[in-house]
């Protein structure tokens, strides 16, 4: 699964990295996090000019501040426009705008499970929305809580990966590529054992039981029916592919299964 991973107060108070995927995507390394996303059409095809005239490190604190800003639009649901990041954000760096933008953007959608979605081309406006439509994340008005979809669309990946029958031993493992362990506090997801055991699973995004039968006892995670309701297991795989810069021409059995299930759900 690791190739998987990859006010104006909040902005002076950057969000912080923490675990491998958050440190790629908030510091320099991996040059495919300045590949523009597939949410984010106006950003130009190639940026290696525009961040080879800014050391990394300010690129970084730059996308950070570009992300806060970002999280802070999707909790009060406003829409927000190019010229709005470049006075409020990338003041003196407007040359920069394109690769910042696209960082931050791809960050949105991987570790907070976020999509940038351009709204009036000619206005360049863009609107904050759910990965997949997955509504965990309804509720952010109180201004400390993070976005969480993205580790849930990592988990349902996991699950579906493994039949519908995640053990919890290999789910655990999965997330650690995204620094997320159990019963380690993490900077964006709380305490991971309790959001997965007991908050997705009184909301109906997962079931987590016993293996039948085994002693001493194991347990494994499933989908719940509100995941089967908002999302599909084609619609998810077929998202981490995607971001993750796979072709989905080299899994032709999921190809095969998402033809399936897209005629089910018919």
């Not at 970002?70 to 040359?95: G, I, W």
Request: hydrophobic share 40%; glycine share 6%; charged share 25%.
């Amino acid at each position: 699964m690791s190739e998987l991973r990859q006010p104006e107060a909040d902005l002076q108070a950057p969000v912080q990295a923490q675990g491998p995927v958050e440190a790629q995507l908030f510091g320099a390394e991996g040059e495919e996090a300045a590949s523009p996303s597939p949410s984010s059409s106006s950003v130009a095809p190639s940026f290696s000019a525009y961040a080879e005239s800014l050391p990394q490190e300010a690129l970084t604190v730059l996308k950070s501040h570009l992300v806060a800003f970002m999280l802070l639009k999707y909790r009060t649901k406003e829409q927000f426009s190019k010229a709005e990041m470049l006075n409020m954000v990338l003041r003196d760096h407007r040359d920069h705008f394109p690769v910042v933008f696209s960082r931050a953007s791809k960050c949105m959608q991987l570790v907070f499970g976020v999509d940038v979605k351009e709204v009036d081309p000619r206005e360049c406006t863009y609107v904050l929305v759910p990965t997949l439509g997955l509504t965990c994340d309804a509720v952010l008005s109180d201004g400390q809580s993070m976005p969480k979809a993205g580790l849930l669309v990592m988990l349902l990946g996991v699950i579906a990966l493994y039949v519908d029958h995640a053990p919890e031993e290999e789910v655990w493992e999965a997330l650690s590529v995204m620094g997320v362990y159990a019963g380690r506090e993490h900077c964006i997801y709380g305490e991971p054992r309790e959001l997965l055991t007991k908050v997705w699973v009184q909301e109906g995004y997962l079931e987590y039981r016993q293996v039948p039968h085994s002693d001493p006892a194991r347990y494994e995670f499933l989908w719940g029916p509100r995941a089967y309701a908002e999302t599909s297991k084609w619609q998810v795989l077929e998202h981490l592919l995607r971001v993750s810069g796979w072709d989905l021409r080299s899994f032709p059995s999921l190809c095969a299964e998402g033809v399936s299930d897209e005629e089910e759900g018919a």
